[in-house]
């Protein structure tokens, strides 16, 4: 394990930084910034500057625009670029899952069309899997698409779409195949989000906010042409998407036993041995995994692939969020219920990581789900039940 970088990445990370200093401005990107009218143009202006700078997409190759770059560079502008809490949110699902899955399993024309517009900001893209009842088991999913000539008509429901309400397209997979086994039957299409058979509902937050929807499909047609992979292979493409889902939704940003020690040094409750005990173990908590994200970063620096031990990223830094900011509003006492930024303390950044950290340990796999993977990939203990398997969807009740 090597903590420090490379000659050549420490020249990357000053090219990097040179970049963020002369083009953002972190009076401009506060706390408040996303919940501000002008948030996606401000959004969509900075994709653009870093598409111009070669930014956009670190990794991706020179031919669809990318910089041609290694994953650990991607590390380390991701780093630097969380310093200035830029505007990244809007893209982080297009860019980082929906169109590499468009450039594994699209045609010419899809990478030609789709990509530019996506790496400049132009065209925003979101992921339309979970449904209802398909959420850890997205592949129980019950949205129909039915074969009509060179078209397929779709309908039925998504739901916990971020972003869908910004969206000029999506990914969305569906049944095409009710009775072979669940993940037989499943196809993929690009959608567009503008058709007049989406409708879009958003989902009101406990945060205040509303970054998820609802999505309904009524009759929409979408031309065979716009299928990615074959029919009945959509869960081979959709498990290209959840691999860049894992190595996209990594950490939660939030407060971290840092921002608690200062508050609790602040609000006089240094002293409190209960609350001395917790700051040890978040402490050694965050100790354990920042060491163990180093591990990661020297098995992409050498080339090789994370695997499925990065699982254990977000059950860490979720649940630690969830517990300091519940921590920090207990010492407010009945001022923690106050979550306006201008008059709360610390801008309110423990109310807003309390009402977040629910939702970060359900995105992108739950703390089961991630368990599970833990037990039975890294740890080699026996696999969960699986009572569906080789059954035909249509029987499964
Ligand atoms: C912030 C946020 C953003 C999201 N964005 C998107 C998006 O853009 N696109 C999209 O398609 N989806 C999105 N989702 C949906 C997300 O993928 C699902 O919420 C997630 O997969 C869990 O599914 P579910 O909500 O249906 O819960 P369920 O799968 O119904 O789970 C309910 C409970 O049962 C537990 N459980 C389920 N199966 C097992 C098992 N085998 N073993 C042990 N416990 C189990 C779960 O851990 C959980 O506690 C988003 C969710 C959140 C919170």
Not at 155 to 181: C, E, F
Not at 338 to 364: H, N, T, V
């Amino acid at each position: 394990m090597n903590f420090e970088d490379t000659p050549e990445e420490a020249e990357f990370r000053a090219e990097a930084r040179a970049f963020l200093k002369k083009h953002l401005d972190p009076a401009e990107n506060d706390r408040d910034a996303r919940y501000q009218p002008d948030f996606i143009e401000r959004a969509k202006k900075w994709q653009k500057t870093k598409a111009e700078g070669g930014f956009a997409q670190i990794t991706w190759p020179k031919q669809f625009g990318g910089r041609g770059g290694t994953p650990i560079q991607q590390v380390i502008w991701n780093q630097e670029e969380s310093k200035f809490n830029a505007p990244t949110y809007p893209f982080a699902i297009g860019l980082g899952m929906c169109l590499p899955t468009v450039i594994a399993f699209g045609s010419d024309e899809h990478k030609k069309r789709y990509v530019p517009p996506a790496l400049t900001g132009e065209e925003i893209w979101c992921q339309l899997f979970s449904e209802p009842a398909a959420g850890s088991d997205v592949a129980g999913l019950k949205t129909k698409a039915v074969r009509d000539g060179d078209e397929w008509v779709i309908n039925g429901q998504k739901v916990w779409t971020t972003g869908a309400h910004i969206s000029d397209y999506g990914i969305v997979l569906t049944r095409t195949d009710p009775d072979v086994p669940k993940h037989k039957g499943l196809t993929m299409f690009i959608i567009d989000m503008k058709d007049p058979g989406v409708e879009v509902r958003p989902i009101h937050q406990a945060s205040g906010g509303s970054e998820f929807n609802e999505v309904y499909f009524t009759d929409v047609r979408i031309p065979d042409s716009d299928r990615l992979g074959e029919p009945g292979q959509g869960w081979k493409v959709a498990l290209v998407t959840l691999m860049n889902e894992r190595l996209a939704v990594g950490g939660s940003a939030g407060p971290d036993w840092r921002e608690i020690m200062n508050y609790a040094r602040e609000a006089g409750t240094m002293s409190d041995a209960a609350f001395r005990s917790k700051l040890a173990d978040w402490y050694v908590a965050a100790q354990g995994y920042k060491l163990t994200k180093f591990r990661t970063q020297t098995a992409l620096s050498k080339g090789e692939t994370p695997g499925p031990e990065s699982s254990i990223g977000k059950v860490i830094t979720a649940n630690q969020m969830q517990d300091i900011c519940n921590s920090a509003m207990e010492m407010q006492d009945h001022y923690g219920l106050i979550s306006d930024c201008e008059k709360a303390p610390m801008e309110a950044a423990f109310q807003e990581g309390w009402l977040w950290a629910p939702g970060m340990r359900i995105a992108g796999g739950t703390d089961e789900i991630l368990k599970n993977i833990i037990a039975e990939r890294v740890l080699g203990l026996p696999q969960d039940v699986r009572v569906d398997k080789d059954k035909p969807f249509s029987r499964m009740g």
